[in-house]
């Protein structure tokens, strides 16, 4: 047993040093083995979105979660490292987005519906800006109606793309209601890339039912307009240069940043009821920083005062128990490291109270075996009946503290409220390992030490001549 906890304990002291230290073969760095801080350490962005459905629209849990899932899909496009996105309720969605740069894009990029339609706008060069009414239905006759500007096929000739930069909120003919050809369900995937001359645009694939009617109607309407339509918004129109029938085109006419939203968008899918944003928190990396160094040095001195109470009144196992202590550390940061588990400053706390609650079962502990020496028991026997008569208090007092902390972690994950989640998290894992440490680890190490080292002076383990009842039976001997 001694040996399987020398190799835990290097294992996870080796986990727990920091990603650059003794990185051996380069196993941390490629196994992306960190600390994964949560929001309030690193700073970045929380939004609270909520519901706002159309006339006659019904929000459900199937609506909702579909939509939690588009949110999810564009933040992954954001590269953001442990985002949180849940629902709260029956109509909110709760969005973390730890060290994200520029958070007015990110809410911009969340908050859109991004519903793309490329439409027949008549033979018009709708101004970009222009608000339309679309009605979905198939290509109409080319006698009837002119052609669809502006996607083109990279590397086929792509159709010049002519934005013509107007007051935006221009409002198109109230009799109009344009035809579209494609709409975003008909994307298969979304991407920026560069058009012939390197500048940077939206590129995407249609599948393939839609293909064929793109390429019939572009064939059908060569040198006629086409309108990018983006949340009934006209953002680009351009002249259809050739027949589009590889499946695939571009949209021009965007700024680097539109580019990349619109592409996680499109990618994404639009969303199935439009999002308001009813609360917004950011959070600056200085005051995360600050937080993770207060946090530290609150730990250094919570542990520091607990080892030297330990150590002033139970002595030996005191010193035993300190040291335990230092493994159950090295082993639950490690865990946080593998599984991972996002720290924030509510999990912090939740570490620190389980660092407790480990230190109370040693409590249980020592004080049995105390008991057990001033009835005069030797100290072997003492040792034993002491950890064997504390399991049950240790067994039922943990297992009390791990069911509430599966119902905080419940509750926090139905109403949105991650900071429950990570208190009740780290806490669960702390006094799961502080179990280990006080019944495997303590008791391991003080049998090994009774062995190499005979104890005759109960002093040593924190009961004086005085306390003990009458003569034990072998005075002095550590023997059974």
């Known amino acids: 047993m001694i040996g399987l906890i020398t190799i835990i304990t290097l294992f996870s002291t080796w986990i727990a040093l920091p990603t650059n230290w003794l990185d051996i073969g380069g196993f941390k760095e490629e196994n992306g083995i960190d600390v994964q801080e949560g929001l309030d350490l690193q700073g970045g962005l929380q939004v609270v979105l909520e519901a706002r459905p159309a006339e006659g629209q019904e929000v459900d849990g199937d609506v909702l979660s579909g939509t939690r899932d588009t949110i999810e899909r564009r933040v992954n496009a954001l590269g953001v490292s442990e985002p949180l996105i849940q629902t709260r309720g029956d109509n909110q969605i709760v969005v973390e987005l730890p060290g994200v740069e520029d958070p007015q894009a990110a809410v911009e990029l969340l908050q859109a519906t991004a519903l793309l339609e490329i439409v027949d706008p008549r033979g018009q060069f709708l101004p970009v800006g222009t608000r339309v009414d679309t009605t979905l239905g198939p290509a109409v006759d080319p006698a ?57 645009v939206v590129g995407f694939e249609l599948r393939d039912e839609a293909s064929g009617a793109f390429c019939d109607f572009t064939s059908r309407n060569v040198s006629q307009p086409m309108s990018i339509v983006v949340d009934k918004t006209v953002i680009n129109t351009a002249t259809i240069n050739q027949p589009l029938c590889q499946g695939s085109a571009i949209i021009t006419g ?119 020496l001033r009835l005069g028991r030797s100290v072997r026997n003492a040792v034993e009946a002491g950890f064997d008569h504390a399991w049950p208090s240790i067994r039922d007092s943990n297992m009390a503290t791990m069911i509430t902390c599966v119902i905080l972690y419940w509750f926090g994950r139905y109403t949105g409220a991650s900071i429950i989640q990570g208190f009740a998290l780290t806490l669960f894992v702390g006094v799961v390992v502080s179990m280990f440490t006080a019944i495997v680890v303590t008791r391991t190490i003080l049998r090994v030490l009774l062995n190499v080292l005979p104890i005759h002076n109960r002093w040593w383990l924190g009961v004086e001549r005085s306390e003990i009842a009458g003569p034990p039976a072998a005075a002095g001997s550590t023997g059974d």
Do not use: C, H, W
């Open 144 to 200: 009837e109606a002119s052609a669809t500007p502006g996607d083109g096929t990279p590397g086929e000739g792509t159709p010049e793309a002519t934005p013509e930069p107007v007051p935006t909120e221009t409002p198109a003919p109230a009799s109009e209601a344009y035809t579209t050809i494609v709409s975003g369900a008909d994307i298969s995937d979304a991407f920026p890339t560069q058009d012939q001359l390197g500048t940077i």
């Open 254 to 372: 965007l700024a680097t940043q539109e580019v990349t939203n619109l592409s996680a968008q499109l990618k994404s899918g639009a969303l199935a009821v439009p999002l308001e944003v009813v609360q917004s928190r950011t959070v600056g990396p200085t005051l995360g920083q600050d937080s993770v160094d207060k946090s530290i040095i609150a730990g250094i001195v919570g542990l520091a005062l607990v080892a030297l109470l330990m150590i002033l009144y139970y002595r030996l196992p005191g010193l035993l128990s300190v040291f335990s202590l230092l493994i159950y550390t090295a082993i639950v940061f490690a865990l946080f490291k593998l599984i991972p588990v996002t720290l924030t400053l509510a999990g912090i706390a939740g570490f620190i109270l389980s660092i407790g609650m480990a230190v109370d079962a040693n409590v249980l502990i020592f004080a049995r075996l105390k008991d057990e």
